[in-house]
T-cell receptor, first 113, second 115 residues
Framework: NAGVMQNPRHLVRRRGQEARLRCSPMKGHSHVYWYRQLPEEGLKFMVYLQKENIIDESGMPKERFSAEFPKEGPSILRIQQVVRGDSAAYFC???????????FGPGTRLTVT | GESVGLHLPTLSVQEGDNSIINCAYSNSASDYFIWYKQESGKGPQFIIDIRSNMDKRQGQRVTVLLNKTVKHLSLQIAATQPGDSAVYFCAENLISSGSARQLTFGSGTQLTVLP
């Protein structure tokens, strides 16, 4: 009974490259959330998706960031032209059809050099 | 409200003692609260939740207390064990809105259990 899976666990990118972070929700979960965490801070909401729909992207930076959750396959958080300030841990959470408990994956630690 | 990049508050307790971790939440309209435990290098792990129509909820070795008057939440851990050492976050949500289900996280408390 696998939990939320994220890959890669660690990602190093040079400034200007693209970063793609993947999230597979728990089995049966159709709601996915992405959060970002800076060192010694709490998680900050970025985007909330259901299958093929973005429900709330109020926490996403206006430029360079995008997210999708296709009908088949994992949710993808994409960061174009990364900058040093994008270095953080990115966590994905999933929930079951509108229930409130969100279960988190292990995160992807992005380092921009 | 926005969390600020401050050093985490810390709490050190002796193994076997009870721990109390406090959290002040930001939105008086929030009606759902969760405590998460985050160990180093891992994602947040759900501990316990409580809705605003309750003021206390108990789980296994943990109790959450909610005081809506002063917007305060606390997590009590009984007989603290070394495996309880972690950062603890409270999170709030507004589920009655029926729309977005984003969680708003507090800044966290580092709990260290001393042998």
């Amino acid at each position: 009974n696998a939990g939320v899976m994220q890959n890669p666990r660690h990602l190093v990118r040079r400034r200007g490259q693209e970063a793609r972070l993947r999230c597979s929700p728990m089995k049966g979960h159709s709601h996915v959330y992405w959060y970002r965490q800076l060192p010694e801070e709490g998680l900050k909401f970025m985007v909330y998706l259901q299958k093929e729909n973005i429900i709330d992207e109020s926490g996403m930076p206006k430029e360079r960031f995008s997210a999708e959750f296709p009908k088949e396959g994992p949710s993808i958080l994409r960061i174009q032209q990364v900058v040093r300030g994008d270095s953080a841990a990115y966590f994905c959470a999933s929930s079951y059809r509108g229930l409130y408990e969100q279960y988190f994956g292990p995160g992807t630690r992005l380092t921009v050099t | 409200g926005e969390s600020v990049g401050l050093h985490l508050p810390t709490l050190s307790v002796q193994e076997g003692d009870n721990s109390i971790i406090n959290c002040a939440y930001s939105n008086s309209a929030s009606d759902y609260f969760i405590w998460y435990k985050q160990e180093s290098g891992k994602g947040p792990q759900f501990i316990i939740d409580i809705r605003s129509n309750m003021d206390k909820r108990q789980g296994q070795r943990v109790t959450v207390l909610l005081n809506k008057t002063v917007k305060h939440l606390s997590l009590q851990i009984a007989a603290t064990q070394p495996g309880d050492s972690a950062v603890y976050f409270c999170a709030e949500n507004l589920i009655s809105s029926g729309s977005a289900r984003q969680l708003t996280f507090g800044s966290g408390t580092q709990l260290t259990v001393l042998p």
